[in-house]
Every structure is written in C-alpha cells, then in structure tokens.
C-alpha cells in the first residue's frame, strides 16, 4: 500500500497563492503517475493536474492552465501544485492520488491511492 498525505491547504484571498504538498509513504515509487483532484460541495470530483513519472509531461485542466503549476520532487516522494491568481471558484477540497502507470489519467477511477484531502478557501 501507498499512503499519500496533503497539505498547505488553508484560507486566502482572491488573487493569492497556496502551494499544495503531497507525500506518499509505504511502497512509494518514482514510477507513479501523480494527479491532482479536487471536489466542491455538491460537485463530482474533477481532474486538476497530472504528472507522469518523470516529470516530462504535466496535463492541467483547462481553467487552470496558466495559473497551477504541478511538479514531483522523486527523491522526496512528494509532489506539488503551486496555485496562483487564485479565484473563489477554486474553492475546494483539494486530493492528491497515484497511479501505477506510465500515461497521466484524466479521470479519478483511474489512480490507485488517493490522501485525504486538504481544503482550500478563497475570499474575494
């Protein structure tokens, strides 16, 4: 088993900055494909992010590109999304999950392990 554990999330204003952290414990491998979902009240899960294993290739969903940025440090089993020009429609639980993959999946039923979540909050 891998565990995957959030932070960084909290409470900013509209145009701020939050960089989100993830680090995966247990079984961890660099050959993870690492993505980035969050999840608004009422809402399903959508995709944020994705990074494959060597950090090559990144895959944003189309509202965020140009503000989030995604990045994996391999030896530090952790990856990250650094969020600017934060907007209050961004307001969500935030999830970090892997695959065991080569390929960056875009929908949530295909990663493995997920963490539990951090909550990100913006105020206008």
């Known amino acids: 088993q891998v565990q995957l554990v959030e932070s960084g999330g909290g409470l900013v204003q509209a145009g701020g900055s939050l960089r989100l952290s993830c680090v995966a414990s247990g079984r961890t491998s660099s050959s993870y494909v690492m993505g980035w979902f969050r999840q608004a009240p009422g809402k399903e899960r959508e995709f944020v992010a994705g990074?494959?294993?060597?950090?090559?290739?990144?895959y944003y969903e189309d509202s965020m590109k140009g503000r989030f940025t995604i990045s994996r440090d391999n030896a530090k089993n952790t990856v990250y999304l650094q969020m600017n020009s934060l907007k209050p429609e961004d307001t969500a639980v935030y999830y970090c999950?892997?695959?065991?993959?080569?390929?960056?999946?875009?929908?949530?039923?295909?990663?493995?392990?997920w963490g539990q979540g951090t909550q990100v909050t913006v105020s206008s």
């Open positions: 990074i494959n294993w060597r950090g090559s290739n990144t």
């Open positions: 999950a892997a695959d065991i993959a080569y390929r960056v999946g875009l929908r949530s039923s295909e990663y493995d392990y």
